[in-house]
């Protein structure tokens, strides 16, 4: 897979979990980017190949894959991408589960099953692999927003709302800060000397004055 410019977007969320050991801290999240549709994929992939593959084809070709996919999950058949990953199949039990074999049988297969699930496992094989760490190489990563989210109460209502600042601007705004601070120190710094050479010269020109009378 070739490295594209456009870059993967990364924001910062502090933890505020009450109680959390990681309480105050910055973690990274994946910016939360608009799905691309079918049409929308069949559409880039044709592109991508020019007058090889029709954007008619394309839809054809994911719609039938999106089918099959579906019916070899449903048969406990996992299904290979190369270069890709691993479908495979799995199922949520109940939570009360069964207290014995007999149990379980008396309850039903159906009873027992909670439901079927859909499980990635991304490819692995030398060359191909997409794995977190390895396909993190592939991905032109950027920090974007620093994400923020406020409960208010509106109409008696406590709402949620999340502020999402630039974190390029966060910079500036830091950077002016820090600056404003610097030339605030060096003023007062100014005026402490300035104020003190004054009250240095008045005793001096009269060191008798606390004996007089």
């Known amino acids: 897979m070739a490295k594209e410019n456009i870059a993967f977007l990364?924001?910062?969320r502090k933890n505020t979990v009450p109680g959390s050991d990681m309480f105050g801290r910055y973690y990274p999240e994946a910016e939360s980017r608009t799905t691309l549709s079918t049409k929308?994929?069949?559409r880039?992939?044709?592109d991508h190949n020019g007058t090889l593959v029709t954007y008619e084809l394309m839809q054809l070709v994911l719609a039938a894959i999106v089918k099959c996919l579906k019916e070899m999950m449903s048969q406990n058949v996992?299904?290979?991408l190369d270069g890709l990953g691993t479908f495979r199949p799995t199922v949520t039990s109940?939570?009360?589960?069964a207290a014995s074999i007999e149990d379980a049988l008396r309850m039903g297969v159906n009873n027992m099953v909670a439901g079927v699930n859909f499980v990635f496992i991304p490819e692995n094989a030398q060359g191909e692999e997409i794995t977190s760490r390895k396909f993190k190489e592939q991905c032109s990563l950027e920090f974007a927003y620093l994400v923020e989210t406020f409960k208010k109460v509106i109409g008696g209502k406590e709402k949620s709302y999340t502020l999402r600042t630039p974190l390029s601007a966060w910079e500036i705004a830091q950077a002016d800060g820090e600056a404003a601070g610097d030339s605030s120190s060096s003023g007062s710094d100014n005026q402490q000397s300035?104020?003190?050479t004054p009250g240095g010269g008045n005793g001096d020109d009269n060191p008798s004055g606390p004996d007089m009378g």
């Open 10 to 12: 990364v924001n910062l």
């Open 40 to 42: 929308g994929f069949a």
């Open 44 to 46: 880039h992939v044709s």
């Open 78 to 80: 996992p299904v290979k």
């Open 94 to 97: 109940v939570k009360s589960g």
């Open 194 to 196: 300035g104020g003190e």
